[in-house]
Each structure stands twice: as structure tokens, then as C-alpha cells.
């Protein structure tokens, strides 16, 4: 593996692009093709950060749902994808991090909790996939987070040691399967009420104010710093 500098692994959902509201709408069109009408906004923030089937797998035991959860992840990746090709938005200040890893030749990664398609959807929608190549959903390990599964094939597809990678997330689960991973972590959290979550208390980086806090500079600065620092905490199991 390449352990000469660091390598940079981003969730994409709440951290690279505010894809939340069309993830809302498409669980909220499922539930109510189902016959579910009282799925809101704060209790979709409840599942910010885990993987669509996880979240799936409590909403089907929660109302009692007949349908089998492939069922509803098609039904759901169905929504979400129309949604997401007709417009999600990237974060300004997350592109122009993006951008500035790829010129100074910074591996890179996206590692996601969702589909493969809807990954490949929202990169080729916002042009994000023309710097962001390796990717990893969580169809493709046996875990998703806050286990670290999906960092570490992230890592392990980049040929960089999980010490020398570092992970951006927006959510607790995010930061929890970092900190499992070895990983350092910078945190830009989604929902403003969950900057005082554990999970976040071990990040390298905590950005309290969330995007608005954000700068690529900043992150840049952290990572660079990052490659200086060997022998991190080594994986969880």
C-alpha cells in the first residue's frame, strides 16, 4: 500500500452534496405509496447518517410494513434517483475542496452509505465525477456504519493505509465508523443538534457551525498536516 501521503475518503450525503431533501422525499413518497401520511422531516434526521437499508429495515417494523425490504430499497432508489438527477446541489465550498486535492494529486474516495446508482447518479449529476473515481456503497461491504466496512475497502481500493486516510462526515454514525477505522475525521455536522453527539468528540476536526464553518483551505490544511502523523489508532473490529 502507498503510505507517502494521505489519502482523503468523503461521505457523499449531508457532506459533498445537500442530497437530504430529496433522501426525505423519497422515503416520504415510499411511506405514503404504503399507506404511512405522518413521516416528517425530524424523524427522517433520525436516520441521517445510516445506510438506506438500515434505515428501511426500523421504518418497516416501525409501521408494520408487509412489503419485503428489497421491495422497498427499489421503491426507494426509484424516487431517490429521479429526484436526484433533476437537482442536487454541492456544496461550494466542498467542490472547491475537491478541486483543490485533485490538483495537488491527493487520492480520493467516496465512501457512501447509499446505492452504487445513486452514488454514480448525484457524481455524474453535478460533474463530481470527474475528480471522484473510487467509489464504495454500502451494497458492497457486509456492514454499513458506524461499522468501519465501508472506509476501510475505501482505503484498502485508494492502496493507502487507513492511518494515513482521512474521512469527512456529517453524521454521528459517519464519525463513529471512522474513529473504528483508524481514520482521522473532519465533521461538518448536518443536523446542528448533533454537534455535541459522542461520536463526535474523537474527530480530529469539529466544525460546530457545520457548512457554514467549512472551508477548503482549512480541510486542505488539515489533511497536508495529517500526512506528517504516523501510526494512528489501529482498526476496531
Known sequence: MNSSHAAVI???DGTLVDSEPNYYEAGRRLLAHHGVTDFGWERHTDFIGIGTRETLEILKEEYGLDAPIEELLAGKNRH???????ATEVFPEMRAFVELLHASGVPMAVASGSSRAAIEAVLGGTGLDAYLTTL????????????PDVFLEAARRLGVEPEHCVVLED???????????????IAVPYV???????????????LRGGQAEFTA?????FVMAS?????SRPPRP
Do not use: H, I, N, W
Not at 195 to 203: I, K, L
Open 10 to 12: 468523503f461521505d457523499l
Open 80 to 86: 431517490y434517483l429521479e429526484l436526484a438527477r433533476a
Open 136 to 147: 464504495v456503497s454500502a451494497e458492497e461491504v457486509e456492514r454499513g456504519k458506524p461499522a
Open 171 to 185: 453524521a454521528p454514525p459517519g464519525a463513529a465508523a471512522a474513529e473504528a477505522a483508524g481514520m482521522r475525521c
Open 192 to 206: 446542528p443538534g448533533t454537534v455535541d453527539d459522542p461520536a463526535f468528540g474523537t474527530v480530529g476536526l469539529l
Open 217 to 221: 483551505r482549512a480541510a486542505y490544511d
Open 227 to 231: 500526512r506528517q502523523v504516523t501510526g
